[in-house]
């Protein structure tokens, strides 16, 4: 049930309408004119790109990096093969924003993948997709089918002599293909294993050729950035934190869904759109970026607006934005296991700290949980996360520990009630 | 250059240099698991982390690249913390019990843990368990619990076996390491892995408890097995070799061993060891003494020569001999008045003996090889002759090398082939001859005195012309099957002249360990030690076509080793004695030989190895001779005493290495592949028929491998099939699987026919050298198969 | 060991990487293999991956064996363990449990009377927990046989859900 304000990819977007994602609807809503316009006055690489830039467009996928600057990173002249990639292997737990994109508006992204092929002289793309959202994946391969048939991929696209060609890639279950270089193995058919860096995947990517990787969400703003400009986009959030973003809310709201909002936007507000906390029980704790952002308390939250820099200073991540919103009924030990459980799970094994500090970790979490704590659990918890985050190759081993610290951290005396009385503190409810 | 500094030592390395390359070369150790310099950077097991001055996170050394000016400290607080907290994920899960593991003492976990572990595991929950795993009769994978997910086998079999056969599968904590289930592992330089291993995950197999590391000795020693000359580490404990590694030598195996390398040791302490004197009375074998045995032998030959004249001795050996037993046979042959001596056994072709100049080898450096631009292998299984020099060549290829084949099959090398030739033995020449035609055609003004013109060029023999031709270096390689082809001189013949036009180098790669060496020693019936001239004799094929009344066999069994193996025993049933210097009492020896005396193997004795690439490698012997077994140099000193012969009064193997090889020349001056003009035939024999291409297995090709158990366990030594092209099978109206009969002139046996789609139609692949096919003829001769009972 | 009409949806999902990186296609050739098992097996050990199967996929598109297997085994939704014709998975991740998503798992448990991870005696479903499902908004979500998602799992929608599956 997806709600949106507005925005700049749902702009005009009716999700009730069951053809809401065809090309008709799209061109409809002034769709591809952003395509058009740039092939059309042949627009040169450079400026696409500054426009990219002087968007404040970060990438929407957790890092937050600027995307027209990662665009510049793209050898443009390098003669051989050269991709651009679509991550939409959403997995984050508490992000669901870019099926939606896929399911109610996915000519946006194909739009934007196309520009930024034009922009970075790539002529094949690929849209790697969750492996859990089948019915999406088979949609986007029918709306690339409509793009194909309207000449806008494919060969000599809209006559202009552009090629693109674009391609969708089915994952089937590993969170961690979502990591950039994981996806770019995945995508080269063997394990999702995140690669070393450098080199970066800007000079070695996929099949060892420079290749770009950007959130489906960052691709799909992408098409408003050129028809309406990047000042238009810059003004809709605000300074150094550009646009709108979709956050997912989820948890212990009334009306949990996508919302597109400006950045900036105060969180009370983006509660209040998502119909205030569940039967009017009280706020606890926000994890305001998805499972690997650090927790804040209710109270800290309320002060906060909804944008990269407020968030990272109060110490947490704008991530994905993915806001999992608890009530006083949740125990934290109980909330902290179930994550660490997740990383345990889904660490994909190469790195020894990872694979084995999220086993340990999480062991150490459920035995909490299950009324064996000891008094040294704490210290050690924190211990084994700083024997892990920063060392290993990717950042999913620091993701296990963020919770870790942040659950241990803000709410601390429910782990010593915990460990001290074997049991919970709260009368735990799950919902 | 870039500039760095290490622990405050300032050096300077190439660009593209590791931090963990970069404190190597000062000597600086940076513990490390997964990194190995000859594998791919996996960076994932994570101890090398080392600090580096301005980034905010201790960064792994083996995957890190120098940047200027870049400071590093591996022993800082940061550094030591991050690598003891790695240490402590390694042992949480890893069984501490070092006592009873097959790695303990060797294991490089139980090393750094004493450098970087706590004393106490502050892991209290339950450790993880991992099922063994089978890969095959070499590596034990038994206890997959000690693995520590470093994926060094992962990328050995990957990246330098040349296909992935060990995978880590599963996720996380899960992962396991494995081969592919119900699979074993089967490339032919599997057991690198164990070596690779840094824990007791993978272990030997057949030494696996059978001793501790601390009880071994370690004494060099070198490979017999094949021509590349690989150094060994021989483990020996009371008198016995326990085991074999490698000792790492970048110019001829690296770090690597081939699998018949390392574990052909143990044939050497196999039951069918002779251990003492043996004489054949009225069909019924008897120990004896030394001295009885070797009078018997005297008069034995004297008996011979004066009934039948010298000329009705020959004198068969082996050049997996060393050296100094060859040159002593040569002479205490030749000595004694007999000229029929030859080392080359499974030859055919003799036919360039006249023409031959010097000692035949590779003709460059092993390295030389390995760094052409282009490489044309002819006659050659190449992974089953040389498995390493195949694995080295594979890497070649991947930095740009073009690998050109002609050969009966196109056999999968797990590797790129620029252009392959593949056609039946008896069209080889021909088609050689279309490269020599096409080099012409490329190579303006270039004119040869062979009569090229009825040739037709192939495509393929124009793209390995042009390769050739193309390259800034070159080169030309005969392999074993090409050196045991009936038309073998004229092959060479072909390379030497492609050779001239290209400037390509050409030569052989040898089929023995002492291949070279026994060519340098004169166990050759035209050519004396280091080529002096000598009355010639007979070659290996003559004396056994026309069956002498005597023979003397040093360390061969002539039904394994021989080109026409059925000849061969009829040679020797039919001979009135046959005096076998022999490490084993084979089956054949003992149906056919009238004595045996028992000789040590190269593990037992001193002796000197010269390999394909000209190598003079001398080595002492290991352990002490088995039993009653004495060097085979000593019991030819002795028989030529006995034999009244003068010049045998050697004290030690080196005063008879010295008299071979005249001490101080220049070794590498005999060596020379060249003929003096030899006219070539290129007519296509009538291809009616087919024709046997009879490979020698790679497990059966030496005395001591074949006794090996654990490689007579491997899918490779399984008994021999009769393989032909799937449409020569329908021609003949058989089913894969169906018993046929393959018939050779008189000769027959009844094996089971397969189908190889790598073959050319024409040949039936049907390999000699063991118990079921020695009943066969000549290894590239007529064949007939027809359906069996 | 595939039918034609597989072997011709792998062909199609080839197509889509550079001629020589048919590599790329072997989570798709898995899926299609898997899928093809589903539909055609009768009891839970022919609904799963075997490793005939892996093999022949690794052989049809020129890969080591060794190397599909990995991939089969390191994503979660290959079926490596026999299955039931009906694959129920729950997410039970954070934000689905904090809507009925660990409750959902208990009904249904309770319901067929089977544990997590366990099949129903008749080999008709199989129970299984899953991770983030990239839904948490119409949690709770359980996706049924790899490729249909189904939201808002109440008690109610499960009994409807599952008098329907037959
Ligand atoms: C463990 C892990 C999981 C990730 N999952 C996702 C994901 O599901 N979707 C995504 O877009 N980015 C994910 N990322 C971030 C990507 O690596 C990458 O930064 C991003 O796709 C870049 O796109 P952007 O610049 O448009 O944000 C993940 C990163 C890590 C370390
Ligand atoms: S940190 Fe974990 S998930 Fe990331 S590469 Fe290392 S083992 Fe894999
Ligand atoms: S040696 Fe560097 S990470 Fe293993």
């Known amino acids: 049930m997806a709600v949106f304000v507005k925005g700049v990819i749902f702009d005009g977007v009716d999700t009730t309408q069951p053809d809401c994602w065809r090309l008709a609807a799209y061109e409809a809503r002034g769709g591809y004119q952003a395509l058009r316009s740039i092939l059309q006055a042949q627009m040169p690489q450079e400026d696409v790109i500054a426009e990219v830039k002087n968007s404040g467009l970060r990438g929407r996928g957790g890092a937050g990096f600027p995307t027209g600057l990662k665009w510049s990173f793209m050898p443009r002249s390098f003669p051989g093969d050269k991709y651009v990639v679509c991550n939409t292997d959403e997995g984050e737990p508490g992000t669901f924003k870019d099926r939606d994109i896929l399911r109610y508006n996915p000519h946006a992204l194909i739009e934007g993948m196309i520009i930024a092929g034009y922009a970075m002289g790539t002529r094949v793309g690929y849209n790697y997709i969750h492996g859990e959202i089948f019915a999406e994946y088979e949609l986007f391969e029918a709306a690339l089918d409509e793009a194909r048939a309207a000449g806008y991929l494919g060969e000599n696209i809209l006559g202009t002599g552009f090629s693109f060609d674009l391609f969708a890639h089915h994952g089937y279950g590993a969170y961690i293909c979502g990591e950039e270089t994981a996806l770019l193995e995945s995508l080269e058919g063997k394990k999702g294993q995140p690669r070393f860096k450098p080199p970066f995947p800007a000079s070695f990517g996929l099949y060892g050729k420079p290749t770009t990787i950007n959130n489906t969400e960052s691709f799909a703003s992408v098409p408003f950035i050129i028809r309406d400009g990047a000042q238009k986009f810059l003004e809709a959030g605000k300074p150094n934190n550009g646009g709108t973003k979709l956050f997912s809310v989820s948890g212990h709201v009334n009306r949990p869904g996508n919302y597109e909002i400006p950045l900036g936007t105060p969180f009370s507000a983006l509660l209040e759109m998502a119909g205030g906390m569940k039967d009017g029980s009280r706020l606890k704790a926000v994890i305001p970026g998805g499972s690997s952002a650090p927790v804040l308390p209710g109270e800290v939250m309320m002060d906060l607006t909804m944008d990269y820099d407020s968030i990272s200073k109060a110490g947490s991540m704008l991530g994905s934005g993915a806001v999992i919103v608890m ?85 601390r005396d429910e782990f010593e009630y915990h460990i001290e009385h074997r049991k919970c503190l709260v009368e735990h409810k799950w919902c | 250059m870039l500039e760095i500094e290490i622990d405050g030592k300032k050096l300077t390395v190439p660009q593209g240099s590791t931090v963990i390359e970069a404190a190597h070369s000062i000597g600086t150790y940076i513990p490390h698991f997964c990194y190995h310099k000859k594998l791919s950077i996996a960076a994932n097991c994570r101890m090398c982390l080392v600090e580096v001055e301005k980034a905010p996170k201790p960064l792994p050394a083996c995957a890190t690249p120098v940047t200027d000016g870049m400071k590093v400290h591996t022993n800082s607080d940061m550094a030591r913390n991050a690598q003891k907290g790695v240490m402590e994920f390694l042992l949480i899960n890893h069984p501490l019990d070092c006592p009873i593991c097959d790695q303990g003492g060797e294991c490089q976990l139980q090393d750094l843990a004493v450098g970087y572990g706590n004393s106490a595991s502050r892991y209290q929950e339950e450790k993880r368990v991992v099922v063994g795993k089978d890969m095959g009769p070499l590596i034990s994978a038994a206890e997959m619990t000690r693995c520590i997910h470093c994926t060094r086998c ?8 040349g296909f992935q056969e060990i995978g880590m599968a599963n996720r996380g904590e899960f992962s396991e390491i494995l081969p592919f289930l119900g699979k074993t592992v089967n490339s032919e330089i599997s057991g690198n892995v164990i070596d690779l291993c840094p ?13 501790r590391p601390w009880e071994l000795s370690r004494r060099k020693s070198v490979s017999p097995h094949d021509g590349l000359g690989s150094n060994l580490i021989v483990q020996v404990r009371t008198g016995q070799v326990m085991r074999v590694l490698p000792l790492e030598n970048e110019a001829i195996n690296e770090c690597w061993l081939s699998d ?30 030394w001295q009885t045995a070797l009078e018997y032998v005297v008069k034995g030959l004297n008996g011979v020569s004066a009934d039948h004249g010298k000329d009705a001795i020959g004198v068969l050996a082996s050049p997996y001999s060393t050296l100094e037993e060859l040159y002593l046979v040569q002479k205490l042959a030749r000595a004694f008045g007999v000229n029929n001596i030859d080392h080359r056994l499974r030859r055919s072709d003799f036919r360039g003996d006249e023409a031959q100049q010097g000692v035949q080898w590779l003709g460059s450096t092993i390295l030389e090889l390995v760094s052409a631009k282009s490489v044309l292998l002819v006659g050659s299984t190449q992974r089953k002759e040389q498995p390493l020099l195949a694995a080295r060549l594979r890497q070649a290829v991947k930095k740009g090398t073009e690998l050109n084949v002609l050969h009966y099959a196109a056999d999968e090398l797990l590797t790129r082939v620029n252009a392959g030739i593949v056609l039946p033995p008896q069209a080889w020449v021909a088609a050689l001859g279309g490269v020599l035609k096409a080099v012409l055609g490329l190579k303006e003004g270039s004119t040869t005195t062979l009569d090229v013109s009825a040739i037709d060029v192939s495509e393929d023999a124009a793209r390995i012309a042009a390769s050739l031709v193309n390259a800034e270096s070159a080169a030309i390689v005969l392999g074993n099957v090409a050196q045991h082809h009936p038309d073998f001189s004229q092959l060479l013949m072909l390379a030497q002249e492609i050779g001239r036009l290209t400037g390509a180098r050409f030569g052989l790669t040898t089929e023995a360990g002492n291949s070279v060496g026994a060519e340098l020693a004169g166990a050759l019936p035209k050519r004396g030690p280091l080529g002096t001239t000598v009355t010639a004799g007979l070659n290996a094929r003559e004396m056994l076509a026309s069956p002498r009344k005597a023979y003397v066999l040093l360390n061969t069994e002539v039904e394994f080793d021989s080109y026409d193996s059925q000849q061969a025993v009829a040679a020797m049933k039919a001979a009135e004695t046959v005096i076998a210097l022999s490490a084993y009492k084979g089956q054949g020896l003992l149906d056919y030989a009238d004595v045996l005396l028992p000789i040590a193997p190269f593990t037992e004795t001193a002796g000197t190895f010269v390999s394909m690439e000209g190598r003079v490698q001398s080595f002492n012997g290991v352990v002490r001779p088995l039993g009653e077994a004495r060097p085979a140099w000593k019991v030819l000193r002795v028989l030529g005493n006995m034999l009244g012969l003068s010049g045998f009064a050697y004290d030690s193997v080196e005063e008879i290495r010295g008299e071979c090889l005249k001490a101080g020349t220049d070794v590498s001056a005999n060596l020379s592949n060249t003929l003096s003009s030899m006219p070539v035939d290129f007519s296509v024999a009538a291809t009616a028929g087919l024709i046997r291409a009879g490979e020698v297995p790679m497990y059966h090709a030496d005395a001591i491998c074949r006794r090996s158990p654990p490689l007579q366990l491997t899918a490779e ?33 009844t094996l089971p026919v397969a189908v190889d789609n790598r073959l050319a139609a024409g040949v039936v692949r049907l390999a000699c050298a063991h118990p079921t096919t020695v009943a066969l003829g000549g290894l590239f001769d007529r064949i007939e198969l027809k359906r069996g009972a | 060991m595939l039918t034609a009409e597989s072997l011709a949806l792998i062909d199609r999902e080839v197509a889509k990487y550079p001629a020589d990186q048919a590599r790329s296609a072997v989570m798709s050739a898995l899926r299609i293999a898997l899928e093809e098992r589903r539909q055609t097996g009768t009891v839970p050990e022919e609904r799963c991956l075997t490793t005939e199967v892996i093999e022949f ?3 049809y598109l020129g890969i080591p064996p060794v190397a599909a297997y990995e991939v089969a085994t390191f994503y979660n939704m290959y079926d490596m363990k026999p299955v039931g014709k009906y694959k129920i998975t729950v997410c039970t991740n954070l934000p689905c449990a904090l809507r009925g998503g660990v409750d959902t798992a208990n009904y249904i448990s309770r319901k067929l009377g089977i544990g997590l991870g366990e099949t129903t005696p008749d080999g008709k479903f199989t129970l299984l927990e899953g991770e983030c499902m990239g839904a948490c908004g119409d949690a709770p979500v359980l996706l049924l046989n790899n490729h249909s998602m189904c939201s808002f799992m109440t008690p109610e929608a499960i009994d409807k859900k599952l008098a329907e599956l037959e």
């Open chain 1, 327 to 411: 009530n006083d009924q949740v125990c934290m030990v109980k909330a902290l296991e179930r994550l660490a459980y997740f990383y345990h799970e889904e660490s994909c094994g190469q790195c020894t700290p990872c694979r084995e500090g999220t086993g340990w970790l999480y062991r150490v979490i459920h035995r909490i949980e299950n009324g064996q704590g000891r008094p040294e659990d704490l210290d050690l918890l924190n211990s084994v996360g700083n024997n892990m985050a920063g060392r290993t190759i990717c950042a999913l081993a620091d993701a296990a520990v963020f919770p870790v610290r942040s659950f241990t951290k803000h709410f």
């Open chain 2, 154 to 161: 992962v990328r050995f079999t990957e990246e330098i076996g």
């Open chain 2, 199 to 211: 824990v007791g995950a993978l272990t030997s197999k057949p030494f696996r408890y059978s001793a």
């Open chain 2, 260 to 289: 018949r390398d390392r574990f052909s040791y143990e044939g050497l302490n196999s039951e069918e060891r002779l251990r003492v004197p043996m004489i054949k009375h009225g069909g019924v074998w008897h120990e004896t003494d």
């Open chain 2, 717 to 749: 030594a399984a008994a021999p099939r009769a393989y032909v092209h799937g449409s020569v099978l329908q021609q003949l109206g058989l089913e894969e699987g169906a018993a046929v009969v393959a018939v050779q002139g008189d000769s027959q046996v």
């Open chain 3, 57 to 59: 996929v690794a052989n």
